[in-house]
């Protein structure tokens, strides 16, 4: 699939139980391209379930290798796209070692706001209806860790927050947590 627009988020439920989340898709991004390379009897490596309303294209995983087959370049820009996943969950697990939840929230939120955020006199409304156990699973933390981290930067005025809504009131106070150790 290729979500032409809208957000979802991928994750996958370890053998033990315990729900992860892997990360957000948004426009442009292709999601289930691995499984359907490797065919219809793979495990699959995770589920995509949309956050708001998304809009995708949709290709068979037959129609999909086909095309493959046909244009080699492709397998080239999908080995640079799975490189850069790879990159990207290596850099998810230095932040986790190094950094607090504080930390690791405010850079959260402060991509949140840059990538899903909209303007308002308010503040940077993050457009996105994530829960807290969302934002705890995309950071590698305990749900209540991060209502902790939240209470700080809300008293910290840098954030308001009501059910599955965030504003970021002050971008430069929260760039600043982002930078803390």
Known sequence: MLILSG???AGRTLADGTPTLMGLCGAGDIVGEISAIAGEDSP????VTAVDEVTCRV????GFRRVLDARPRIYRALAAVAHDRLRRAADKEALQAAHSVTCRTARM?????????????QGVLITLALSQL??????GASREAVVRA???????GIITTRRRQIVVRDLGGLTHRCACR
């Not at 939120?109 to 006199?121: I, K, M, S, T, Y």
């Not at 969302?134 to 950071?139: C, G, K, P, S």
């Open 7 to 9: 957000t979802a988020k």
């Open 44 to 47: 699959r490596l995770a589920t």
């Open 59 to 62: 290709l068979a995983a037959s």
């Open 109 to 121: 939120l402060r991509e949140l706001a840059v990538r899903n955020g909209r303007e308002q006199p």
């Open 134 to 139: 969302d934002l705890a699973l995309l950071i």
């Open 150 to 156: 939240l209470a700080g930067l809300r008293s910290g």
